[in-house]
C-alpha cells in the first residue's frame, strides 16, 4: 500500500525565518492534501494540490507528480505557525505521514 | 453552516462498554471516512462509504462497525471497548479527492 514519509519530524524556527516540509510518496496517486493540526486535534485543510504549485498567503505547495513529492514552504513563519502539519495523499482513501512538529520562537 | 460535524467531543468509558459517534456532512459530498488518530499521532483510515456503500474496509478490529442511513451520515460504534481504543477519531467527506474533516470526538478507556 501507499506508504508516505515526511520530513523533517521537528523543526525549530526563529520569528521570521522560512521553512521547508517535504512530504514523499512510494507510489502514484491522485489526491494530495496539506493540513494544519490544531491543538485539540482538528485539521484544518491548507491545500489540496495533486499537482504544481498553489499558493494561499504566506504558505506555498509544491506537488510534483512524476516524483512522488510535495512540499510545503511557510515564509517569514510566525509564533501562530507552530503546530503539527500534516501530508497526505492516495486515491481512493488518504495516507498521512508522521507530521512535522513545527515551534516557532521569538 | 456547511461542514462536517462530530458528537460528542469527547468520550470516557470502561472497558467491555459500547460506545457510538456521530458524523454528519452539510456539504452534500457522497462519500464518508472514519480515520483513527492513535498516541502516536498518525492518522489511518478505518472504514469509506460512498452513498450508504462500504467501499474500503481496512484491517480493523470486527469490534469496530461502521453505520450509514444515508450519504449526508456515517456513524461509528465500538462494541465492547479495549484500552488500545483510546485514541481521536476523525470523520471526513468528500465529493471528489479533497476530503474535509470533523473535529474528531477523542476517546479515553479507562
Known amino acids: 500500500g501507499q506508504q508516505v514519509q515526511q520530513s523533517p519530524a521537528s523543526l525549530v524556527l526563529q520569528e521570521g525565518e522560512n521553512a521547508e516540509l517535504q512530504c514523499n510518496f512510494s507510489t502514484s496517486l491522485n489526491s494530495m492534501q496539506w493540513f494544519y493540526q490544531r491543538p485539540e486535534g482538528s485539521l484544518v485543510s491548507l491545500f489540496y494540490n495533486p499537482s504544481g504549485t498553489k499558493q494561499s498567503g504566506r504558505l506555498t505547495s509544491t506537488t510534483v507528480i512524476k516524483e512522488r513529492r510535495s512540499s510545503l514552504h511557510i515564509s517569514s513563519s510566525q509564533i501562530t505557525d507552530s503546530g503539527t502539519y500534516l501530508c497526505a495523499g492516495g486515491n481512493n482513501k488518504l495516507t498521512f505521514g508522521q507530521g512535522t512538529v513545527l515551534s516557532v520562537i521569538p | ?110
Open chain 2, 1 to 110: 453552516e456547511t461542514a462536517v460535524f462530530q458528537t460528542p467531543n469527547y468520550h470516557v468509558t470502561q472497558v467491555g462498554n459500547e460506545v457510538s459517534f456521530n458524523c454528519k456532512q452539510t456539504l452534500g459530498h457522497d462519500t464518508m471516512y472514519w480515520y483513527k488518530q492513535d498516541s502516536k499521532k498518525l492518522l489511518k483510515i478505518m472504514f469509506s462509504y460512498n452513498n450508504k456503500q462500504l467501499i474500503v474496509n481496512e484491517t480493523v478490529p470486527r469490534r469496530f462497525s461502521p453505520q450509514s442511513s444515508d450519504k449526508a451520515h456515517l456513524n461509528l460504534r465500538i462494541k465492547s471497548v479495549e484500552p488500545e481504543d483510546s485514541a481521536v477519531y476523525l470523520c471526513a467527506s468528500s465529493s471528489a479527492w479533497e476530503q474535509y474533516f470533523g473535529p474528531g470526538t477523542r476517546l479515553t478507556v479507562l
